[in-house]
């Protein structure tokens, strides 16, 4: 690690979801840049650097993504594919992070090389509590591939 | 969800089953053909060089014809064109090869049964280089004519590139009735008997016709086959009975024909022998009376090869008297008087002492056999056309014998020579032949009327597998649909409950620090899950209704129909402003008024709700396409990516995040579309650029709701 924190990408379709997230961030005082996006097209708009997010300064590198999985326009499932199919970024962590627990979804997710798989838990305490955990595992303990 | 359709994995496989059949039948065409084509061109060449060894190539009795040769070179070849891919060329001059073929067959049974001479027979070769023993010298046996013409038939069926279980089964009953017609021929062959076409008075096809016959019709089974269904399936099962059926028939027909020509033969042998019997006692006679003396005159001169010192005398009256011997009354008898008995006999020896009575070919190897021990010979042959039994019985030398043969070293119980006597088969044929008219008659009958049994339960049967098949179909369907429910609901209920419990939280928090900002957030926050939970709740309860709640079909127009659409969004349409343009038509409905009016409601509020900038404008009409309505409902409004034209369909499948809508509204409408037996799409340029959504509705058509559609649905709805 270089010491600068890596910036983590949210894809999440419900604001509601992605404000809790920036909360809960805040509050356990993750000092990570957290960037939100809204659906899977904005996703990968970032990731390829297209559209809005042409300038490689407005959208820089994500150490971490946080995806999930029913979204509007290009699903969660064909941006994990697209993501590691793709040389480039292929080695960024990705944690799908959902409030569905479908046997299938987490079947296909991990054949489609996901990182990891979270369910949101309806507890605001459990939520929080994930997001903490997230937080110390995959940002403070797990080593995480260089990225330029 | 991006599942990956189901369907495309079957699609590749049947892609690969295919290709494995296409090979496997352009080998059976090819092979087939070929050999058809080489028996053919050996056969050919025989005639040519009038070799007997070519013209039968199994060493049969009967040589094939010309004719047959040259059409089974025309048949294999069009088996061996249509091998290729079908190129529409190949299949035209196959198609041109085979009616040829079926052509001569025709007109050489029209020969036969009208007794026309259109100089067919003849095509290739001469009647000079034909064997004299058929009547019609180079004619092909009417069996053969008549396999030919189905053989035709089949080809022409099988060359169809579409291969439905239709043709299947129609090429399976006219292969296996050629088979079984091939099969028949075979037989006789094979039983060395005249067989059951004895009664005709005519010869089965040659013995490699036949097998080639049952190859070709083997090999139009297989090819007309259409892939993918397995001999236990259905439609094999029904293809597998018919061919049993038309064989049985025909075992049957060949059994009652040689039944009754054994009947008619046995008759004639017992009338030869009685007419031997009757000969030998007349020679018995003579015998023992050591010859008869008669007058002599021109028909019966003294007899130069009898060596007696009274042969003849001259009565005291002065009457020529001459010595007739017992061998010499016989010949006159037979000779002069056979036609009376309705036979011809004749005696012979190998070593007879008049020349005129040496035996012939057949009656050298009957008396060669009468030496070994036998007792008696018979055949049936075919002279000049006819056909006759010849029966042959021994001579054996008795005291009275010796009077003249002693001379020739004969001793008592030798065989001295024999008694041939033929019989004029066509008197004893001719109650048989009736009878076999009335049994191929009513055995064609009977097969008829057992196939289109087959037919019927055939009918029956398919008609309810396709209900079957339907209706697990539309099971498939609502499971899937089912399954992607029960998901999402997991996961889209459970999404603002998140919000709500988690928001609750923060309200908690922030009432303590007293941010009001924060705490107007929260609670706006909560507010839209809640409602996003209510709607979400109220669509899938309609959702569920359209297969449950049916209210009772009423006629009801379209006018109608759009007008209370109107009248329920009147306070959004005015809200935006929007200029709506209704087409005027007279399309009457029956069918559920609440649920067709959800068609327009959802259209409508969907086009409200994406619009773009400028004024909004919607169009509410209907286009006739070959003669049937489509519907449509199009707008100005924001348009739809053409990349999720499919998408905006599926459940809870929205394509803008920030849209509140909960994603069910288009798949309530494709689900009662489709429950009318029609079909919705969306046409959009793109973002930006409006779109319409077109559909049909033919079940809910008034004057078009089948009795089928209404019980399907009535179905649908009951299971579900």
Known sequence: MDGKPVVILLVEDDPAHAEIVKRNFETFQVANRLIHVADGQEALDYLHREGSYGAPEASPRPGLILLDLRLPKVDGLDVLKIVKDDPSLQSIPIIILTTSDAESDIARAYSCKANSYLVKPVDFYKFADLLKTIGYYWLAWNQNPHLN | ?720
């Not at chain 2, 004719?67 to 249509?82: E, K, Q």
């Not at chain 2, 069996?143 to 038939?153: K, Q």
């Not at chain 2, 002492?353 to 021990?373: C, T």
Request: aromatic content about 8%; some cysteine.
């Open chain 2, 1 to 720: 969800m991006n599942t990956p359709p189901p369907s495309l994995m079957i699609e590749t496989l049947t892609g690969v089953t295919r290709d494995a059949f296409q090979r496997r039948n352009a080998v059976t065409s090819l092979l087939t053909g070929a050999l058809a084509v080489a028996v053919g061109t050996i056969v050919t060449a025989g005639w040519f060089f009038d070799s007997a060894a070519l013209k039968s190539p199994l060493a049969g009795q009967v040589p094939m014809k010309a004719n047959t040769a040259l059409c089974f070179i025309l048949t294999g070849l069009a088996l061996m064109l249509s091998s290729r891919a079908f190129s529409p060329t190949n299949i035209r001059i196959a198609q041109f090869c085979s009616l040829l073929a079926g052509l001569v067959g025709l007109v050489t049974l029209g020969e036969y049964v009208f007794g026309w001479d259109t100089g067919i027979d003849q095509i290739l070769l001469s009647a000079s280089s034909d064997a004299p023993s058929t009547l019609h010298p180079g004619r092909m046996a009417p069996d053969t004519a008549l396999c030919f013409i189905l053989l035709t038939i089949g080809l022409e069926l099988t060359f169809r590139a579409q291969k439905t279980t239709a043709i299947f089964l129609s090429t399976t009953i006219l292969a296996s009735l050629m088979t079984a017609v091939a099969l028949a021929a075979t037989a006789s062959h094979l039983m060395n008997l005249i067989g059951a076409f004895g009664l005709l008075g005519i010869m089965p096809m040659a013995l490699p016709s036949a097998l080639l016959f049952i190859f070709m019709g083997m090999a139009c089974i297989l090819i007309s086959w259409p892939p993918g269904i397995s001999i236990w399936s259905f439609h094999g099962r029904s293809a597998a009975a018919c061919a049993i059926w038309t064989f049985v028939l025909a075992a049957s027909l060949v059994w009652s024909l040689h039944r009754e020509e054994r009947f008619a033969l046995q008759t004639a042998a017992a009338f030869a022998r009685a007419n031997i019997s009757k000969d030998i006692s007349f020679r018995k006679w003579a015998t023992s009376h050591g010859g008869v003396y008669v007058r002599s005159n021109v028909d019966t001169p003294p007899n130069p090869y009898l060596q007696h010192p009274a042969r003849d005398v001259l009565t005291t009256s002065g009457v020529k008297l001459t010595l007739m011997n017992p061998a010499y009354i016989l010949r006159e008898l037979q000779q002069n008087f056979g036609d009376e008995y309705g036979t011809r006999s004749r005696i012979t020896s190998l070593t007879p002492l008049n020349p005129i009575n040496s035996a012939d070919a057949w009656q050298a190897k009957a008396l060669k056999s009468f030496v070994q021990g036998a007792k008696e010979l018979q055949e049936v042959q075919n002279l000049n056309g006819r056909l006759y039994l010849r029966i042959m019985q021994p001579f054996i030398v008795e005291s009275g014998c010796l009077k003249c043969h002693a001379g020739q070293g004969y001793l008592l119980g030798d065989v001295r020579g024999g008694i041939d006597s033929s019989v004029l088969l066509d008197n004893y044929l001719a109650p048989g032949r009736e009878h076999g008219t009335l049994l191929a008659l009513s055995h064609s009958g009977i097969w008829v009327i057992g196939l289109l049994g087959l037919g019927f339960s055939y009918r029956r049967e398919s008609l309810l597998n396709a209900e079957t098949e339907q209706a697990t179909k539309v099971l498939k369907d609502y499971n899937a649909e089912l399954e992607r429910l029960n998901y999402a609901l997991s996961h889209e209920l459970r999404s603002p409950l998140v919000t709500v419990k988690s928001f609750l939280e923060f309200l908690t928090q922030d009432l303590a620090t007293g941010d009001g900002e924060r705490i107007a957030k929260d609670i706006g926050y909560m507010h839209t899950a809640t409602d996003k939970m209510t709607q979400l709740l109220d669509q899938l309860v309609m959702i569920s209704r359209i297969g449950r709640v049916v209210n009772p079909p009423v006629s009801v127009t379209f006018s109608e129909l759009v007008g209370d659409v109107l009248d329920r969004l009147a306070e959004r349409i005015a809200e935006q402003e929007a200029e709506i343009e209704v087409d005027q038509c007279a399309i009457e409905f029956y069918g559920d008024r609440p649920r067709l009016t959800e068609i327009w409601h959802h259209l409508l509020d969907n086009a409200l709700t994406f619009r773009g900038e400028h004024p909004l404008r919607i169009r509410i009409g209907v286009a006739l396409e070959n003669s049937i309505p489509r519907f449509y409902v199009s707008d100005n409004g924001c348009g739809v990516d053409p990349r999720y034209h499919e998408k905006i369909f599926g459940l809870f499948d929205k394509l803008n995040a920030k849209n509140k809508g909960t994603g069910l509204g288009l798949a309530l409408v494709k689900r009662i579309v489709e429950l009318y037996n029609g079909a919705i799409t969306v046409e959009s340029e793109g973002l930006g650029h409006g779109c319409c959504f077109r559909f049909t509705l033919p079940g809910a058509l008034k004057g078009n709701e089948t009795g089928t559609d209404k019980e399907k649905r009535e179905w649908m709805v009951n299971r579900l």
